[in-house]
T-cell receptor, first 115, second 113 residues
Framework: DTAVSQTPKYLVTQMGNDKSIKCEQNLGHDTMYWYKQDSKKFLKIMFSYNNKELIINETVPNRFSPKSPDKAHLNLHINSLELGDSAVYFC??????????????FGPGTRLLVL | AQSVTQLDSQVPVFEEAPVELRCNYSSSVSVYLFWYVQYPNQGLQLLLKYLSGSTLVKGINGFEAEFNKSQTSFHLRKPSVHISDTAEYFCAAREAGAQKLVFGQGTRLTINP
């Protein structure tokens, strides 16, 4: 029944490694997002895809690459992990309709710790 | 540019006391406003939202918020809090026609018995 799910929930890894976080939504939404929540709880958008097309790309290092195989999935791949990448990463989804004002639904988060 | 400011980083209150969490926004166009709650080690859950119409909106768990356009505020209130309300609360705004949701810095609500 989970609307927006993320795997893994926890990820501990060494600097320099490459890792992926997966997100899936079963709400039939067209738009998906990745957010980063830092240690001070500040939430900032990273990327957004609509029907597999990138529509938002904030100032994020190019070590971060989102991939959307279909509109229900948005994965986040991170190359050459750095200590500063440690954070909680949230996936979210929303219907995409011009003028529509629907809510964003968030996943449970993936807690990434880079050692 | 759009921004959201939550004026208090932490708010401690006693159980059964009323609480108000403050939120101000800035935008040159119409905005839609949201309050989300994040319980410890969990994701974000929508409490309530203002899209249009009545400026007083009611949400889940007894929370309500009032949109004040002249003061560009969207403060969250609850008349009597419970221990279970202990969480981080985020105000967020999205400009009409935009895809991006901008969050405030969050307010940690701590309920003391």
């Amino acid at each position: 029944d989970t609307a927006v799910s993320q795997t893994p929930k926890y990820l501990v890894t060494q600097m320099g490694n490459d890792k992926s976080i997966k997100c899936e939504q079963n709400l039939g939404h067209d738009t998906m997002y990745w957010y980063k929540q830092d240690s001070k709880k500040f939430l900032k958008i990273m990327f957004s895809y609509n029907n597999k097309e990138l529509i938002i790309n904030e100032t994020v290092p190019n070590r971060f690459s989102p991939k959307s195989p279909d509109k229900a999935h948005l994965n986040l791949h991170i190359n050459s992990l750095e200590l500063g990448d440690s954070a909680v990463y949230f996936c979210a989804s929303r219907p995409f309709l011009a003028g529509e004002q629907e809510t964003q639904y968030f996943g449970p988060g993936t807690r990434l710790l880079v050692l | 540019a759009q921004s959201v400011t939550q004026l208090d980083s932490q708010v401690p209150v006693f159980e059964e006391a009323p609480v108000e969490l403050r939120c101000n926004y800035s935008s040159s166009v119409s905005v839609y406003l949201f309050w989300y709650v994040q319980y410890p080690n969990q994701g974000l859950q929508l409490l309530l939202k203002y899209l249009s119409g009545s400026t007083l909106v009611k949400g889940i768990n007894g929370f309500e918020a009032e949109f004040n356009k002249s003061q560009t505020s969207f403060h969250l209130r609850k008349p009597s809090v419970h221990i279970s309300d202990t969480a981080e609360y985020f105000c967020a705004a999205r400009e009409a026609g935009a895809q991006k949701l901008v969050f405030g810095q969050g307010t940690r609500l701590t309920i003391n018995p």
